[in-house]
C-alpha cells in the first residue's frame, strides 16, 4: 500500500512538472512568435543599438503582467474572462472581443509566417507554405492526443529556436558594449515602438496563454502558487534570453552598414538580416526558426483565444473546444489566402494593437489581487508585486494613448 501511494506521488509530482514546463513554454513561444521576429528587426532596422532599451523595458513589463495574471488566474481556479465579469459586470464580454480579435488579427499573421518560413527553408511559395502550416496545427487539435501533442511541440520548437538564433547572433557579431549601454542608457525613446513591442511579447491573448494551460492542468490553488510564481519567472527568462539573442543577431547586421527594407508590401527584414549574416545558410536557418515561430504561435494564439469564448457558453466541453479552435485556424487560414496582405506590417500592427488592449486586462486583474481575497480563497497577495503592477498599469495606459494614432498607421501598408 505505501509502495502504491509512494508510486502516485511520484506521478503526480511528474505530472506537475510537465504542466509547468508545458506553461513556461506555450507563454515563451507565444511571446516569440512572427510578430516578435518582425517587429524586432524593423524596430532595430530603424533604430539601431537604441533598441535596447525596448527590450528590456518588455522584459520588465512581462513579468510584472505575468506574475499578477499567472496568481489571479491559478488562486482564483477561472478563465480570465470570467473573472473580468466578476469584478466588473460585462467586462469579461469586452475582454474577451478584444482578445479574440486581437489574436485573430496575429493568427492571420502567423499563418503568414509560417508561409513565409517555408518559403525561407524550402522555396515553397507563401500561400502554400501558409496551407500546410495551418494544416498542421488543424491536425493537432483533431488530434486525441491534443494536450500531450501540444506540450511536447513547444518545448521541442521553442529549444530549436533558441539555439539556432545563438549561432546567427555569434556569427553576426554585435557590438554587445553598445547595445549594453543603451539597454538603460538609450539616445532614443519611442513609445510606440515599446507598445507595439510589449503587445507582440505579452499583450492580447499572450498574458493569458500559460496562465489558462495551468487552468487546463489542474495546477491552481494557494498550494501551487510557489511553482506557478517560479514557472512565470523561469518563463520570462526564457523569452528575455530569446529576445536579446535575437536583437543582438540583427544588430550586428546593421551595425555592419546593411541597410534593411522594411517598407516594402513584401518586405521581410528579419529574413535579409539573417542572409546577410549568415549566407544561404543564415537564409535557411531564418526560415526554421520563422515556421518554428509560427507554428507554435498559432498553436498559441487559437489555443488562448477560444480559452475566452467560454465565457459565452460556460458548458464548452474539451471536443467542442477542440472544434472551435479548429474553426479559428481555418478563418484566419482563409483571411490570409483572400487578403494577399503584406505579412511584416500586418504582424506589427497586431502587436500594437495587442498592446493597446493589455492595460484593459491589467486594470481589472490587479482590483481583483487588491480588494477580492475573497476569490482567492484567503490568500494574501504580495503588496509589492500589486504596486508594481500598478506601475506598469498606468505606464502601459499612457504609451497606448500617445502610441494610438502611431500603431493603426500601420495599417495604411497592410
Known sequence: MAALEAENKKTFVRKRRSSLIAAIFLMATSAIGPGFITQTATFTATMGAAFAFGILASIVIDYV??????????????????????????SGYLLSVLVVFG??????????????????LLGLDPKWGGLLSAGIAIYIFSSRRAGVAIDRMMVVLGLVMIALTLYVAFV?????????????????????????IVGGTVGGYISYAGAHRLLDKGAVGPEHIREVSSAATKGIVVVGIMRYVLFLAILGVVASGVTLDVAGHSANPASQAFQHAAGTLGLRIFGCILWAAAITSVIGAAYT???????FRPTMTDRQRNIATIIFITVSLVVYLMLGTAPAALLVFAGGFNGLVLPIGLTIFLWVGWRRADLMEGYHYPRWLLWLGLII?????????????????YLNVV
Open 65 to 90: 503582467v505575468q506574475q499578477n495574471i499567472w496568481r489571479v488566474v491559478t488562486l482564483t481556479r477561472k478563465r480570465a474572462s470570467e473573472i473580468a465579469n466578476i469584478a466588473l459586470p460585462g
Open 172 to 196: 553576426s557579431q554585435p557590438p554587445l558594449g553598445e547595445a549594453l549601454r543603451q539597454s538603460v542608457m538609450p539616445d532614443r525613446i519611442d513609445f510606440a515602438t515599446i507598445t507595439t
Open 103 to 120: 489574436g485573430l488579427v496575429f493568427n492571420i499573421g502567423n499563418i503568414a509566417g509560417g508561409g513565409l518560413g517555408l518559403n525561407a
Open 305 to 311: 483565444s477560444v480559452s475566452f469564448l467560454t465565457v
Open 393 to 409: 498599469c498606468l505606464l502601459t495606459w499612457y504609451m497606448g494613448v500617445m502610441s494610438v494614432g502611431a500603431i493603426f498607421n
